[in-house]
Structure formats: C-alpha cells, structure tokens
C-alpha cells in the first residue's frame, strides 16, 4: 500500500493511504502524506486531475498531475489547486473519486457512431494515486507562451505514488 | 444538415448523456428562434434543423453549423454535440470537469484531440453537471483576471461550437497549453462566447458582463455564486428572492471565505445536491409542501441564522437575543399557523410513518431520512438550526417562558451546536500558518464561547491530530500558548 518517490536529495513525498470509503456512488480515499525533508515545505497538486483506466491491467490511475494531458480546445482551463507540507511534517489528503468513469472508445478505425464504455472503481480494481509535486510554489509564467512547455509540468519536479490494491480472491 | 445531438452511445451512454439539455441549449443560442428544430434520427444520432429568422450573431453561427456541408464526414456528420455528465473522461484520462467542454477534431484528421475521438466527426463534449454542481468561474473583463464570471451551460456549448467551427471550417488557430494570455483559438472562442452572453443577458434582462478574452484560465465556483438554495429558490418562487439573496449572504459570512469554511459548503453542496433536485421535483407538484418548505424550513434558516450571526459575530446579549426572538413570535406573518408548521417539520425531520402528511411530504420525509439526516453536514447546517428554531418559538409562544429564558437557551444551543461544526478533512491538508489561521478566524465567529472551543478542540485533535500542522496548532491553543 505504500510507495515512495523522488531521489535521494531531491523534493519527496512519501504517500500511503490512510483511509479508503466506498460510498454508492463515490471512492473516498484519503492519502497521508509525509515529508522527510527538515528544511523544505513541499508543494503538492491537491485535486484530482484525470483518471485513466488500464484495461489491460484492470487498473486506474488517478492523476493528480498534468503528465499526460493533451492540449485541446476547451471552455475553461481549469488550474489545479495546491497544497503544501510544512518541513519535517505529514498532512492527509481528502480525494472524492466517482463510483465509476465513462469514457470514449477510440478504436483503430473511426466508427460511425460514439461507443462509450464504463468502468468502476470497484473492490476489483486496483487504484494508482499519482501526485505531482515540488519544493517551490507554482506561479503562473507571465512569459510568452509559445515558447515553452506548459508551465505546471514545467513545475512539477516530481511525483508521490500510493496504490490501492485489489481485493484479494 | 451537419449538425447532430448524440441521444444515447453504445455502451454506457444512458445517464451520461443528456440530449434534451443539448436541444435546451442550442435553442437559446437560437435566442429561442422557431426555426430551430429536431429532424431525423439516425441510429443515435438526432439531426438538428435551422430555418433562421433570429439575426443575431449566435443564431447566425448556429444556422452556419446546421446548414453547411464541411464534408469533415463522408457520411455527413460533421459535428456530433454530447452533453454529459461529470463522470465522463476524455481518453488522456482528463475529467470533464477539469476542461468544462471540448471540441475534438475528427480522428485521423491530426488535429487537437483527434487521438481522443473514436469518430470521423468533429465532437463538442460539454459538461451539464456544471462542475458537478459547483458552477465554473472564468475571468471577468475589466478586472485583471478575477475568477468571478460564471459560465452557463448554453454559453458553454456555444464557446465549444465556436472551435468546432473552426475545426470543420476554417482551421483551428494556434492552440497552446499557458491560459494567461490564452491562445489565439481561445482568444477567439471567447470572444465568440461573449456574442452568446450579450445575447443570453439581453433575453433574461440582466446587464450584460463579458469574459476577459485575454485569460482562458478558470476554476471551480466551489459551490458558491448563483448556484445556491434550490430548495430556497423554488419554494420562495424565484432564485433571486430576497429568501435566496439573505442565505447566500448568510453562507458567505459566515465560514466561506476560510480553506475550510470553504470545503465545509463544498462537502454540503455535494450532499445538498444529493437530494434536493428530487425535493424540488416533488414542490413541483404540491403546493402545500411548497409552503411548508417556504415557512417551515426556509425562512426559520433564515432567521436562525441571523440571530447566530448576532451572537457570535456581533456579540449580542443573551437578553436582548430573546427579545428578537420573543418579538419574532409576535410579529411573524406565519403566526396563525407556525404551529402547525412546526408539528409538520417535526413529522418530516423526526422517525418515519407519522400519519397526516401529504404524499408529497411523505415522499420527502423518507428522503430527508434516508440521504439528508444521515448526512453530519445538512444535518448540522440546514436540519438542527430549523428544528431548534421551532422549539424555542414554541416555547417562546406556548411555553410562556420570558425572554431571558428564551435567550439563554438560544444561547446555550448555539454553543453546544457550533462545537459540534463538522469537522472537513481538508484540516489534514493545512500547513501550521494555514491551521492557525483557520482556528483564528473560527475562533472570532462560531467558537466565541469557551464550551463551543474546547469542544472542537478536542474534536479536531482527535480527528487530525496525525497531521503535524493540526496538533501544533491545537496543542498551543489548549495549553494557553500565545500564538
């Protein structure tokens, strides 16, 4: 239940689920979040960005981070909240997932009509909470945009990683 | 005709997809023009027709859409619109609600999100669960980027349509991922979504307010803005009644404007939202539960409300909060009837089966008991505060207790109730700055009374004293240490 991130001198996060709640309709999970380092506060994304489904592995994965994300048009380009961990201390992340996501199918060739799929984030699934982090806060870049990647992977320096598994048959 | 409203998907498109909210908004972006209608459905798709007589400069777009071939589609459907909920994801993993809408290009084509579209059709997705209830907040014009205008749902659609129009079009603008200064094609899409807010302003008679099409950046209302007191809204006959006005000013005076006042009301919204659609559903129909609403719970929150404001904001006496109180019972326009409102709020807040209710109010009853009293955030903001209201103004009319009386035990609720606030973990989040700041400001408003402190102290410490921020915090304040 239990992973750790970042290397060995640089920004960390140490991420275990404290709580798991499976309510009719939602997965409330609360991860508990330690920093070890004595002298920096860490900075964290603090809300759910996307959540993919590995078919393959029967797995979500919940990303609180940007990695991933493709630049498409959109009517609000939400930033993300943050949060942060004083030097030397733990704080414990709420997250309300959905019961279950649908997504589109995109299949080798397009099809004439949209095909959705469900999944749920059940007992049987295995859920990967990524998060994004660093040592300093975000700002916003006041630079030109183009000539740089996004800014929040820009700032992003790193990520904690927790799982929850699957239960056992 | 190019234009297309997706009914249902294969596979899981039932509940998710809400095509009568997608007519709903296309028909005010035709600023209600009767030229708009529904033609054939093929499979799952349903046509949209245009016959224009609105001039106006969405309504014009949108007989563009409907009655232009792109030949984007072989088959003739270049643009498919879904409404959906915000359970949908797009492929990349990325929540609906984290976007409010897209428009991906048609796949194959290389376009922005065409590796995310399963079709040969340019797709507008948009989100009708209005951030699942929470409203999205976009950067107002003339403010330098306050995150304060709210987004409707047509106007939504309408931004989305703008980039499908370009897509299947003219070709997209350049796209980058920075939303200050947003990108041209955002740039452009907002200041076509701004033709649809001076059109929607003008049909409702409200002033027109623009979106700075500058910032593409945005947020989650978090429940707040125009998006409050359903419940308050129907009963009261309008959502901006003077019943609404005063709760949303209440909500926000109170714990709103604190990290964790503010996950409080989200916590509450969620669970608000929970039930009270299907409440509304039920007012809709019955009049009298309507009434009850309105004079049972609504107005007593209201004066509830304030007379706790006056407590524990303002500091006013025991005394002279049971004169307010007692001159309440006089003067209220219910007076004839408040007991009988009062039994009735009784019957619906307390065990199932009391007999005499309407089917209407039975139906409710069993709603408030299965998903709004179980819940520790409606009941401690919208239940206990309505039910002790009825109670001291029974006593105060029935009872014959003085005002001093009546004012001791208002205060004595309000201490005991505001040491029992939930306790959000959002407090896990906090940093030492930001625990200690919060206790600051609960301590100047709800905690004024040394009960109502220790209680929550102690709760707190109970609940999160794992996190380092929140013992630190607690700890200096039991033990007297001046922080």
């Given at each position: 239940?239990?992973?750790?991130?970042?290397?060995?001198?640089?920004?960390?996060?140490?991420?275990?689920?404290?709580?798991?709640?499976?309510?009719?309709?939602?997965?409330?999970?609360?991860?508990?979040?330690?920093?070890?380092?004595?002298?920096?506060?860490?900075?964290?994304?603090?809300?759910?960005?996307?959540?993919?489904?590995?078919?393959?592995?029967?797995?979500?994965?919940?990303?609180?981070?940007?990695?991933?994300?493709?630049?498409?048009?959109?009517?609000?380009?939400?930033?993300?909240?943050?949060?942060?961990?004083?030097?030397?201390?733990?704080?414990?992340?709420?997250?309300?997932?959905?019961?279950?996501?649908?997504?589109?199918?995109?299949?080798?060739?397009?099809?004439?009509?949209?095909?959705?799929?469900?999944?749920?984030?059940?007992?049987?699934?295995?859920?990967?909470?990524?998060?994004?982090?660093?040592?300093?806060?975000?700002?916003?870049?006041?630079?030109?945009?183009?000539?740089?990647?996004?800014?929040?992977?820009?700032?992003?320096?790193?990520?904690?990683?927790?799982?929850?598994?699957?239960?056992?048959? | 005709?190019?234009?297309?409203?997706?009914?249902?998907?294969?596979?899981?498109?039932?509940?998710?997809?809400?095509?009568?909210?997608?007519?709903?908004?296309?028909?005010?972006?035709?600023?209600?023009?009767?030229?708009?209608?529904?033609?054939?459905?093929?499979?799952?798709?349903?046509?949209?027709?245009?016959?224009?007589?609105?001039?106006?400069?969405?309504?014009?777009?949108?007989?563009?859409?409907?009655?232009?071939?792109?030949?984007?589609?072989?088959?003739?459907?270049?643009?498919?619109?879904?409404?959906?909920?915000?359970?949908?994801?797009?492929?990349?993993?990325?929540?609906?609600?984290?976007?409010?809408?897209?428009?991906?290009?048609?796949?194959?084509?290389?376009?922005?999100?065409?590796?995310?579209?399963?079709?040969?059709?340019?797709?507008?997705?948009?989100?009708?669960?209005?951030?699942?209830?929470?409203?999205?907040?976009?950067?107002?014009?003339?403010?330098?980027?306050?995150?304060?205008?709210?987004?409707?749902?047509?106007?939504?659609?309408?931004?989305?349509?703008?980039?499908?129009?370009?897509?299947?079009?003219?070709?997209?603008?350049?796209?980058?991922?920075?939303?200050?200064?947003?990108?041209?094609?955002?740039?452009?899409?907002?200041?076509?979504?701004?033709?649809?807010?001076?059109?929607?302003?003008?049909?409702?008679?409200?002033?027109?307010?623009?979106?700075?099409?500058?910032?593409?950046?945005?947020?989650?209302?978090g429940g707040g803005g125009g998006s409050c007191c359903i419940v308050a809204s129907v009963s009261s006959g309008s959502p901006l009644s003077a019943e609404v006005a005063e709760l949303r000013a209440l909500r926000d005076q109170f714990l709103r404007k604190s990290?964790v006042g503010f996950a409080f009301f989200d916590a509450l919204h969620y669970a608000y939202y929970?039930f009270s659609?299907?409440v509304?559903?039920?007012?809709?129909?019955?009049?009298?539960?309507?009434?009850t609403a309105l004079r049972g719970f609504v107005r007593p929150l209201i004066r509830m409300l304030r007379l706790i404001r006056d407590y524990t904001l303002d500091g006013v006496p025991e005394a002279e909060l049971g004169c307010r109180l007692v001159a309440q019972a006089i003067e209220s326009d219910e007076a004839?009837?408040s007991?009988?409102v009062a039994?009735r709020v009784a019957?619906l807040t307390?065990?199932?089966?009391?007999?005499?209710?309407?089917?209407?109010?039975?139906?409710?009853?069993?709603?408030l008991?299965?998903?709004a009293l179980?819940d520790p955030h409606v009941r401690w903001a919208l239940i206990e505060p309505v039910v002790a209201y009825h109670e001291l103004m029974r006593s105060a009319r029935?009872?014959?207790?003085?005002p001093?009386?009546v004012g001791r035990r208002l205060a004595a609720f309000v201490d005991d109730w505001a040491g029992r606030l939930p306790i959000d973990?959002?407090?896990?989040?906090?940093?030492?700055?930001?625990?200690?700041?919060?206790?600051?400001v609960l301590e100047s408003t709800l905690l004024r009374g040394?009960r109502a402190r220790?209680t929550f102290?102690?709760?707190?410490?109970?609940?999160?004293?794992?996190?380092?921020?929140?013992?630190?915090?607690?700890?200096?304040?039991?033990?007297?240490?001046?922080?």
């Amino acid at each position: 239940m239990t992973t750790t991130n970042g290397g060995e001198n640089g920004p960390r996060l140490d991420a275990t689920v404290e709580r798991l709640e499976r309510r009719a309709d939602a997965v409330e999970l609360t991860i508990r979040l330690v920093n070890p380092s004595q002298q920096r506060a860490m900075h964290y994304i603090s809300d759910v960005r996307g959540i993919v489904f590995d078919e393959a592995a029967g797995r979500f994965v919940v990303r609180l981070t940007d990695e991933g994300r493709e630049v498409i048009p959109g009517a609000v380009d939400r930033l993300p909240n943050f949060a942060r961990v004083d030097p030397d201390s733990t704080a414990l992340l709420p997250l309300r997932l959905p019961g279950s996501i649908v997504r589109m199918r995109t299949p080798a060739v397009p099809t004439a009509e949209v095909e959705l799929e469900r999944h749920e984030l059940g007992p049987d699934a295995e859920i990967e909470v990524v998060i994004g982090l660093s040592d300093t806060p975000f700002y916003p870049d006041p630079r030109e945009p183009t000539r740089r990647p996004p800014s929040i992977l820009a700032w992003e320096k790193t990520q904690a990683r927790c799982v929850v598994p699957r239960r056992k048959r | 005709m190019t234009l297309f409203i997706q009914n249902d998907a294969v596979g899981a498109g039932a509940g998710t997809l809400q095509p009568a909210l997608a007519a709903v908004h296309l028909a005010a972006i035709a600023n209600l023009d009767t030229g708009l209608g529904l033609g054939a459905t093929t499979g799952n798709l349903q046509a949209v027709t245009y016959a224009q007589t609105d001039p106006g400069i969405p309504a014009t777009r949108l007989n563009t859409l409907v009655n232009t071939n792109f030949g984007v589609n072989p088959a003739g459907v270049d643009i498919i619109l879904l409404a959906v909920g915000g359970d949908f994801t797009l492929n990349d993993g990325s929540l609906v609600t984290t976007r409010g809408g897209t428009a991906l290009s048609p796949a194959g084509s290389g376009g922005p999100g065409s590796t995310l579209n399963g079709t040969a059709s340019c797709l507008v997705i948009y989100d009708t669960s209005d951030d699942n209830g929470n409203g999205y907040c976009l950067a107002r014009q003339g403010t330098g980027g306050t995150l304060d205008l709210r987004l409707p749902l047509s106007v939504m659609a309408y931004h989305e349509l703008s980039h499908a129009f370009r897509i299947v079009g003219t070709g997209l603008l350049a796209l980058t991922a920075a939303c200050n200064p947003a990108s041209p094609e955002e740039n452009a899409a907002i200041t076509d979504e701004n033709d649809m807010r001076t059109q929607l302003a003008t049909l409702l008679g409200d002033p027109v307010v623009l979106r700075d099409p500058n910032i593409h950046c945005g947020d989650s209302c978090g429940g707040g803005g125009g998006s409050c007191c359903i419940v308050a809204s129907v009963s009261s006959g309008s959502p901006l009644s003077a019943e609404v006005a005063e709760l949303r000013a209440l909500r926000d005076q109170f714990l709103r404007k604190s990290e964790v006042g503010f996950a409080f009301f989200d916590a509450l919204h969620y669970a608000y939202y929970g039930f009270s659609p299907q409440v509304v559903t039920t007012m809709a129909t019955d009049l009298e539960l309507r009434s009850t609403a309105l004079r049972g719970f609504v107005r007593p929150l209201i004066r509830m409300l304030r007379l706790i404001r006056d407590y524990t904001l303002d500091g006013v006496p025991e005394a002279e909060l049971g004169c307010r109180l007692v001159a309440q019972a006089i003067e209220s326009d219910e007076a004839g009837a408040s007991l009988d409102v009062a039994d009735r709020v009784a019957a619906l807040t307390g065990p199932p089966g009391v007999p005499g209710l309407s089917d209407g109010e039975s139906a409710v009853a069993a709603l408030l008991a299965s998903k709004a009293l179980p819940d520790p955030h409606v009941r401690w903001a919208l239940i206990e505060p309505v039910v002790a209201y009825h109670e001291l103004m029974r006593s105060a009319r029935v009872g014959g207790s003085t005002p001093d009386a009546v004012g001791r035990r208002l205060a004595a609720f309000v201490d005991d109730w505001a040491g029992r606030l939930p306790i959000d973990a959002r407090w896990g989040t906090l940093d030492l700055a930001a625990a200690r700041s919060e206790l600051d400001v609960l301590e100047s408003t709800l905690l004024r009374g040394p009960r109502a402190r220790a209680t929550f102290l102690a709760r707190l410490r109970a609940e999160y004293g794992a996190a380092t921020a929140i013992a630190t915090a607690v700890d200096e304040r039991i033990e007297g240490v001046p922080t």
